[in-house]
């Protein structure tokens, strides 16, 4: 039986394993950098400070 998951993001359904949602909100993540830094090339990757970053910006934390 597969699992069913909402974005707390976008509140898009997703149907699966837990792999398909963590792959969902990596792109909210993605979309973040990308509106502060438009040049950024995701195949650059990034270092752990700034995804701590974006990943508490995206889940409403303070990042200051």
């Known amino acids: ?3 069913r998951y909402e974005c707390s993001t976008c ?7 837990l792999l398909k949602y963590i792959d969902h909100t990596k792109l909210h ?3 973040e950098i990308k509106k ?3 040049d950024w090339d995701c195949t ?3 270092c ?3 995804l701590g970053y974006f990943e ?3 889940h409403g934390k303070d990042t200051h």
């Not at 509140?11 to 394993?17: L, V």
């Open 1 to 3: 039986m597969s699992q």
């Open 11 to 17: 509140h898009q359904k997703i149907e699966g394993d």
């Open 29 to 31: 993540i993605i979309d």
């Open 36 to 38: 502060k830094h438009p």
């Open 44 to 46: 650059e990757g990034l």
């Open 48 to 50: 752990a400070t700034c």
């Open 56 to 58: 508490s910006a995206l």
